[in-house]
């Protein structure tokens, strides 16, 4: 393996572990390792979309989404799949599925309400500054499965 070749892969693989921890963070509820994760000092050009929710842009506007997130969500984990990582210069391009199982407030009685899974097909854009690779970009849609399709075409009783 040549020299530039090594170099692709070391930074696939740096990229790989930048995505890895973004999703290890939100995981934990650890909002300020996750701030940390997120491009510095780009404050007009951060975005992020939620699946079902409008573009948020800015950093501020992006970390209060996440906070809010964290404050409404008791336990989240994601199981990601299909990862792809595309790389030109500076910038990298990873688009996952996110298998999401997450549970909201406990119900009386209960430790933990009820768990509900959900597949989002994601997009994170990362650029790489003096201090490793940083997310500039968010993008999660969610996919729409069989049974959501049955769903929407059952006659109305």
């Not at 921890?21 to 979309?49: I, K």
């Not at 990873?94 to 994601?122: D, F, K, M």
């Not at 490793?132 to 009783?157: I, R």
């Given at each position: 393996?040549?020299?530039?070749?090594?170099?692709?892969?070391?930074?696939?693989?740096?990229?790989?572990?930048?995505?890895?921890?973004?999703?290890?963070?939100?995981?934990?509820?650890?909002?300020?390792?996750?701030?940390?994760?997120?491009?510095?000092?780009?404050?007009?050009?951060?975005?992020?979309?939620?699946?079902?929710?409008?573009?948020?842009?800015?950093?501020?506007?992006v970390l209060r989404s996440y906070a809010l997130i964290?404050?409404?969500?008791?336990?989240?984990?994601?199981?990601?799949?299909?990862?792809?990582?595309?790389?030109?210069?500076?910038?990298?391009?990873?688009?996952?599925?996110?298998?999401?199982?997450?549970?909201?407030?406990?119900?009386?009685?209960?430790?933990?309400?009820?768990?509900?899974?959900?597949?989002?097909?994601?997009?994170?854009?990362f650029r790489r500054t003096d201090d490793?690779?940083?997310?500039?970009?968010?993008?999660?849609?969610?996919?729409?499965?069989?049974?959501?399709?049955?769903?929407?075409?059952?006659?109305?009783?």
């Open positions: 393996m040549n020299e530039e070749h090594a170099q692709a892969a070391a930074d696939i693989a740096e990229v790989e572990a930048a995505n890895t921890a973004f999703y290890e963070a939100l995981e934990r509820g650890d909002h300020e390792d996750l701030s940390r994760r997120w491009l510095p000092g780009e404050d007009l050009t951060v975005s992020c979309v939620h699946p079902g929710w409008p573009v948020l842009t800015g950093r501020g506007e964290m404050a409404n969500t008791e336990y989240i984990q994601f199981f990601l799949t299909d990862v792809n990582i595309a790389m030109t210069g500076d910038t990298a391009l990873v688009t996952c599925t996110e298998n999401i199982l997450s549970g909201g407030p406990a119900e009386e009685g209960n430790a933990l309400g009820p768990l509900v899974g959900q597949l989002v097909v994601a997009t994170n854009v490793g690779w940083k997310l500039w970009s968010h993008h999660g849609s969610p996919v729409l499965t069989e049974s959501d399709e049955d769903d929407e075409e059952e006659p109305p009783s």
